[in-house]
């Protein structure tokens, strides 16, 4: 839930006191179109930040609210609002948001970066992302956990598409080396089902769990076979 916030114009909506506490969220539901809850969209975006939680729908007024009120518009609170888009890959939250923001603002070199980062992404260069990421620190460092998205974002790609991933691929896909690499292996040995193998020619390989997209033989289809309870159906039929 979000911080609870006393709203005077999303009270009079409801025809009650000006002294009603709501949730940002409530405001969204009660009065979304109302620009005097667009203070309160903005704060909740810091606090978003600071509490490293996330909030698309309450994302999408405010960036809606601005279009209404373009003059109001913070481009500070916009970068912090795709950044957190980004860090959701691979859900479709960065197009949502930008499908918002007007072109002129698009322009601007951060967003234009931020646009470039989230394409490496989409096309899983994770190389081309990181070197990206590391000239534009300045933009996405005031999100926590920014990296940390991105890497379990990278994973989620890996493990889509190997049943085995070299360890500098996968060093390569987090940005990740040396003993901190060691250690992320570790963890997920322990915890993700994660297991290594010796390789003369590779080095040290990193099995990932099975699932229907590296093994697509355990993907099972309904156009595979036919439900026993559909059979006891078409049996009297073609008797």
């Known amino acids: 839930m979000g911080r609870e916030i006393t709203n005077s114009a999303a009270a009079a909506n409801q025809k009650q006191q000006s002294t ?3 949730t940002v969220e409530q405001l969204v539901a009660v009065n979304p179109y109302n620009p005097d809850i667009l203070p309160d969209l903005e704060n909740y975006v810091n606090e978003q930040v600071s509490t490293q939680t996330y909030s698309l729908n309450a994302n999408l007024c405010l960036l809606r609210l601005y279009q209404v009120e373009p003059d109001r518009m913070s481009t500070k609170i916009v970068a912090r609002i ?14 949502l948001c930008l499908f918002l923001i007007p072109e002129r603002v698009q322009m601007e070199e951060q967003f234009k970066t931020l646009i470039v980062l989230s394409h490496y992404l989409e096309t899983a260069r994770f190389r081309q992302f ?11 460092e005031v999100v926590p956990g ?3 998205a991105i890497q379990a974002y990278a994973v989620h790609v890996l493990s889509l598409t ?7 691929v996968l060093a ?9 690499l060691d250690k992320f292996v570790e963890h997920h ?4 089902g994660w297991a290594i193998e010796k390789s003369q020619t590779k080095g040290q390989l990193i099995i990932l769990p099975p699932t229907e997209f590296n093994h697509p033989e ?10 026993f309870e559909n059979i006891t159906r078409i049996l009297p039929i073609l008797g």
């Not at 990181?130 to 996405?140: G, N, P, V, Y």
């Not at 390569?172 to 901190?180: C, D, H, Q, T």
């Not at 355990?218 to 439900?227: C, F, P, Q, T």
Request: charged share 25%.
């Open 146 to 148: 920014f990296e940390q």
């Open 130 to 140: 990181w070197d990206e990421a590391a000239k534009s620190r300045h933009i996405l």
């Open 20 to 22: 009603t506490s709501y």
């Open 218 to 227: 355990l993907k099972k289809s309904a156009s595979d076979g036919i439900a």
């Open 82 to 95: 795709l950044i957190k888009a980004l860090m959701a890959i691979p859900a479709p939250d960065f197009s």
């Open 162 to 168: 190997y049943q085995k991933v070299a360890r500098s």
């Open 172 to 180: 390569e896909s987090i940005n990740i080396e040396g003993p901190a």
């Open 189 to 192: 040995v322990a915890n993700s």
